[in-house]
């Protein structure tokens, strides 16, 4: 079946540091990858996506790019700020472009000290 | 802009009780969702509904029934609670018409049964 694994966390890091949160899925057909974000105490919200591979989405000055030959999409943000501090998940949409049926990585806990 | 909108935001309940986790959204989309996350788990999809009147199982759905009479609303029913039904449950919707979408989520239940 679909899956999503992600690295584990939690992330520390110091503001202005380099981030990355690597991420894989298994090669099911051809979904959609999300990333979402969890501020404390909030739902979710969609961060970035990318629909094919070699696209890459970006927002807010995070980058991850679909990797079809390594079925990767890694979130990278080259200098990250106290507010990023969050909970970070990856997610697959179902394959065949449909993506109302997400399957989530277990989230990565970000914390971005001053 | 009220989006997805869940109550209640907080519930204890005792083991044995029942009741509805109350979900709904105003964006007019067709596919709603329910999702429950626990620590170190992510979110798990519990039941989803592509329509009004159709509504078919996720991930993890003993312990919980759904109905879609409308477009607007996806309750969430637990008819009797369990000390592992603890958890905080996310609501999620988006059109399907178009695809990749993304899923606009609610700001969770907080639910614990004692």
């Known amino acids: 079946g679909n899956s999503v694994t992600q690295m584990e966390g939690p992330v520390t890091l110091s503001e202005e540091a380099f981030l990355t949160i690597n991420c894989t899925y298994t090669?099911?057909?051809?979904?959609?990858l999300f990333w979402y974000v969890q501020y404390p105490g909030e739902g979710l919200q969609l961060l970035l996506k990318?629909?094919?591979?070699?696209d890459k989405g970006s927002n807010k000055g995070f980058e991850a790019t679909y990797r079809k030959e390594t079925t990767s999409f890694h979130l990278e943000k080259g200098s990250v700020q106290v507010s990023d501090s969050a909970v970070y998940f990856c997610?697959?949409?179902?394959?065949?472009?449909?993506?109302?049926?997400?399957?989530f990585g277990k989230g990565t806990l970000l914390t971005v000290n001053p | 802009n009220a989006g997805v909108t869940q109550t209640p935001k907080f519930q204890v309940l005792k083991t044995g009780q029942s009741m509805t986790l109350q979900c709904a959204q105003d964006?007019?989309?067709?596919?709603m969702s329910w999702y429950r996350q626990d620590p170190g788990m992510g979110l798990r999809l519990i039941h989803y509904?592509?329509?009004?009147?159709?509504?078919d199982q996720g991930e993890v759905p003993n312990g919980y029934n759904v109905s879609r009479s409308t477009t607007e609303d996806f309750p969430l029913r637990l008819l009797s609670a369990a000390p592992s039904q603890t958890s905080v449950y996310f609501c999620?919707?988006?059109?399907?018409?178009?695809?990749?979408?993304?899923?606009?989520f609610g700001d969770g239940t907080r639910l614990s049964i004692l």
């Open positions: 999620a919707s988006s059109s399907t018409g178009v695809s990749n979408q993304p899923q606009h």
């Open positions: 090669a099911t057909g051809y979904p959609s």
């Open positions: 990318a629909t094919k591979a070699d």
């Open positions: 997610a697959r949409g179902n394959s065949g472009g449909s993506n109302y049926k997400l399957t």
């Open positions: 964006m007019n989309h067709e596919y």
């Open positions: 509904s592509v329509g009004a009147g159709i509504t």
